[in-house]
């Protein structure tokens, strides 16, 4: 697996690109308090998710853009058709999609809603689905918070190329170490595939949560308490 620190070159296997900046460490480490309540998580997700956008874009497709500044003519660029599309994935996905919007406005938004089975974490319900039938030649940004046995990210990236996506990047905020080896062993080999996220945690508990991450990340988000 090839492993980027900051924007650093992708050698071969799965992409992986670690976030390395002071801004998201500090957001972070406010975000993963348990004291941090959910209005302040929910502005910190956001955040956390427009400074990985800069990354997670670096292969958005543009094309020639001809036009007139005040000053002269010029060829710019922007972004090519068909239109790439952000999928969040239901319920804490949903909390990084105003970040992700506010960074590629013209982007369209598909949806899946996905539940881990706690008692068989690797196995998900998949309770909502609002896609375009067709996902070939659309650059796809999945956007989920955690990355935790990896089974969530592979199931949504298997239903995605079930509908023709051949790009697919991955938008998580926190790693475990499990999930990113399941993710990197079960992703079809022909989709051109990439996760960022801001850390890479020590690993799982007995409950398949992320130690030390930040507890449910879409309890947290939407306010949900023991
Ligand atoms: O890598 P995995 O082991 O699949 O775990 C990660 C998934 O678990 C959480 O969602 P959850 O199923 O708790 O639903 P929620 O987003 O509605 O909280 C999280 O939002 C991811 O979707
Ligand atoms: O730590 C974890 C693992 C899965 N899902 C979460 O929301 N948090
Ligand atoms: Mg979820």
Redesign the pocket.
Known sequence: MAVRQGSGAMLGGMELHVLNHPLVEHKLTVLRDKNTPSSTFRELVSELVSLEAYEATRNLAVVDKPIETPVAPMVGKQIAKPRPIIVP?????LGMLDGMTRMMPSAEVGFLG???DEEHPTQQITYANRLPDDLSGRQCFLI?P?LATGG?LVAATHYLAEKGAKDVTAICIIAAPEGIKFVEDNIDPSIDFRVVVCGVDEGLNDRSYIVPGLGD??DRLYGVVD
Request: no cysteine; aromatic share 0%.
């Open positions: 994935v239901l319920r804490a996905g996905m539940k881990r989920d955690m969530t990340a879409g």
